[in-house]
């Protein structure tokens, strides 16, 4: 109980003292600062330390300025402490402002330069403990980067989470710049770091490493994979796939099968995906077959990398799959297999609802060599890459195909079917069409800009609230007005040389701001 705490804070038992700091700092409580601060002013060093290591676990921004006068307390597991606890206040990672850099208000006041001189305190766990809150402070404070850079290489670590984690990206260059300088960045020193204490540090060494691409490094990134953080082993499995070296493919198969946190599984069969050793084709497969497990869509990426045809069956399954991702992973991955077995499923999936699926079909056939036969399956191919020249060219032949198309149960497709027809100018006439191709046009429409206007001709085949254009929207309109029967009538239904208006062949004029005027003056009414 807090109250409880507060007062066993004040007893003369020294060990009763340091036990009710050490729960105070547990409890997070605000109220629980001040007494902190007094007890800072206590007469045993131990209960110094549990109140100093209190105040950072409490993060208040009253405590910076005690803390940094605690840096100079002649206990050294007191300085050690007070450093610490600057560098969980000041951390910018702690505070959700901290996302958006430039809104950030720092809370490092002063801490700067009394950390600084605690680089050369004569107690190696003083000065480790300044470098690391340095190396947080520096995420967003440049002087930290530059006091760190004149330590030497003991800061090495705490420039690696300056690194990974700068909020800018002059933090980054400066922090990188000091690396180099003090030889931070050499592999020997990098894969030390992987066995830091500091999880933040193990990270930075650990995507550091990839930028190397140096495969002496494989063996401790290896090692890494079995570290109990969940970043850590994720940035090591990221490595292992940027270095590609077929070593790390038995302990990235184990990670992906064992280990419990998706986006570690999911940075494990990317990373098998990169390193294309055909040994882990079987694991890959499994996972596609686990509904329970994550990572299914990189599992689709890495088998298509890896481009074994023992995987073209469950690839041709996952075309199927409910999600738009997955059928478009799926579609890229038999692409790059090149099987002819996934002609048939590809062709059918260019009647995909989602675009970028059949994007990806497209180019995967290409890929595999398949070329359009039949009109039918010109049109198909058009429509789902919402090519209209090519079906304008295709003329008349298209029109059978366009008009079955209008009951697709892609939205798209019938649209761009709608939108064909009305440049073939074959617009039908049976009620049944008429009404499919009404709907699948207002949503060709839609799909273009929602609050788009139509011009008058257009809208005579829509169904819908459609805004059908008037003059004041001719300044922003491409188009022509009709000054017989003020119709404004947009490129695709006037056509690029026809001077008639198409509803009663009057004279038509381009819609620019100077008409309108005329209009006006000939009393014509929309």
């Given at each position: 109980m807090l109250w409880w705490n507060l007062r066993q804070l004040r007893s003369k038992d020294p060990r009763t003292r340091l036990r009710a700091a050490n729960k105070l700092g547990e409890s997070r409580e605000q109220r629980a600062v001040e007494p902190l601060l007094a007890a800072l002013s206590d007469k045993e060093p131990g209960v110094r330390k549990a109140a100093t290591h209190a105040l950072g676990l409490i993060r208040d921004?009253?405590?910076?300025?005690?803390?940094?006068?605690?840096?100079?307390?002649?206990?050294?597991?007191?300085?050690?402490?007070?450093?610490?606890?600057?560098?969980?206040?000041?951390?910018?990672?702690?505070?959700?402002?901290?996302?958006?850099?430039?809104?950030?208000?720092?809370?490092?006041?002063?801490?700067?330069?009394?950390?600084?001189?605690?680089?050369k305190d004569e107690d190696s766990g003083v000065r480790?403990?300044?470098?690391?809150?340095?190396?947080?402070?520096?995420?967003?404070?440049?002087?930290?980067?530059?006091?760190?850079?004149?330590?030497?290489?003991?800061?090495?670590?705490?420039?690696?989470?300056?690194?990974?984690?700068?909020?800018?990206?002059?933090?980054?260059?400066?922090?990188?710049?000091?690396?180099?300088?003090?030889?931070?960045?050499?592999?020997?020193?990098?894969?030390?770091?992987?066995?830091?204490?500091?999880?933040?540090?193990?990270?930075?060494?650990?995507?550091?490493?990839?930028?190397?691409?140096?495969?002496?490094?494989?063996?401790?990134?290896?090692?890494?994979?079995?570290?109990?953080?969940?970043?850590v082993r994720q940035a090591a499995a990221r490595a292992l796939g940027e270095l590609g070296d077929p070593r790390a493919v038995d302990q990235l198969v184990a990670t992906l099968k064992k280990d419990k946190n998706d986006f570690v599984r999911s940075a494990a069969a990317k990373a098998l995906g990169e390193i294309r050793d055909k040994r882990a084709v079987q694991p890959l497969l499994a996972v596609l077959k686990n509904p329970c497990l994550s990572s299914h869509d990189e599992a689709v990426w890495a088998l298509g990398e890896i481009g074994d045809p023992q995987a073209v069956e469950s690839l041709v399954s996952a075309l199927r799959h409910p999600y738009s991702?997955?059928?478009?992973?799926?579609?890229?991955?038999?692409?790059?297999?090149?099987?002819?077995?996934?002609?048939?499923?590809?062709?059918?999936?260019?009647?995909?609802?989602?675009?970028?699926?059949?994007?990806?079909?497209?180019?995967?056939?290409?890929?595999?060599?398949?070329?359009?036969?039949?009109?039918?399956?010109?049109?198909?191919?058009?429509?789902?890459?919402?090519?209209?020249?090519?079906?304008?060219?295709?003329?008349?032949?298209?029109?059978?195909?366009?008009?079955?198309?209008?009951?697709?149960?892609?939205?798209?497709?019938?649209?761009?079917?709608?939108q064909a027809l009305r440049l073939l100018h074959r617009v039908p006439t049976d009620d049944k069409q008429k009404a499919l191709y009404a709907q699948a046009f207002s949503e060709y429409l839609r799909g273009i800009d929602p609050r788009r206007p139509v011009c008058t001709c257009c809208a005579r085949n829509l169904e819908g609230p459609e805004t059908v254009l008037g003059t004041g929207d001719l300044a922003l309109f491409r188009g022509s007005v009709c000054f017989a029967c003020a119709a404004v009538l947009c490129t695709d239904c006037l056509g690029q040389k026809v001077e008639r208006c198409p509803l009663c062949h009057g004279e038509t004029k381009p819609a620019y701001q100077g008409y309108l005027q005329q209009l006006r003056e000939a009393k014509v009414v929309l």
């Open positions: 921004e009253l405590a910076v300025k005690p803390l940094i006068s605690a840096i100079k307390d002649g206990d050294r597991h007191v300085r050690q402490a007070a450093a610490q606890g600057l560098g969980i206040i000041c951390d910018p990672r702690e505070d959700p402002l901290a996302i958006g850099s430039q809104i950030y208000r720092p809370r490092d006041e002063g801490a700067v330069e009394p950390l600084a001189a605690a680089l480790q403990a300044a470098a690391m809150a340095l190396g947080k402070i520096g995420i967003v404070n440049e002087r930290a980067v530059e006091a760190l850079a004149e330590f030497g290489s003991p800061a090495a670590p705490a420039l690696l989470v300056a690194l990974e984690h700068g909020l800018n990206n002059d933090v980054k260059y400066k922090a990188r710049r000091a690396l180099s300088k003090i030889g931070g960045l050499k592999v020997s020193v990098l894969t030390a770091a992987l066995k830091d204490q500091d999880r933040d540090v193990r990270v930075g060494a650990a995507n550091a490493l990839k930028e190397r691409s140096d495969l002496r490094a494989v063996e401790q990134l290896v090692a890494a994979l079995k570290d109990k953080d969940n970043g991702n997955r059928r478009q992973y799926a579609a890229e991955a038999l692409g790059k297999i090149g099987d002819p077995r996934a002609i048939g499923p590809l062709r059918g999936a260019l009647k995909d609802e989602n675009t970028y699926v059949r994007e990806e079909s497209k180019e995967a056939l290409d890929k595999i060599g398949w070329k359009p036969a039949s009109v039918e399956e010109k049109v198909r191919l058009a429509l789902a890459l919402r090519q209209l020249k090519k079906l304008v060219r295709l003329g008349a032949a298209a029109v059978p195909a366009l008009l079955a198309t209008l009951e697709d149960q892609a939205s798209e497709m019938r649209g761009s079917a709608a």
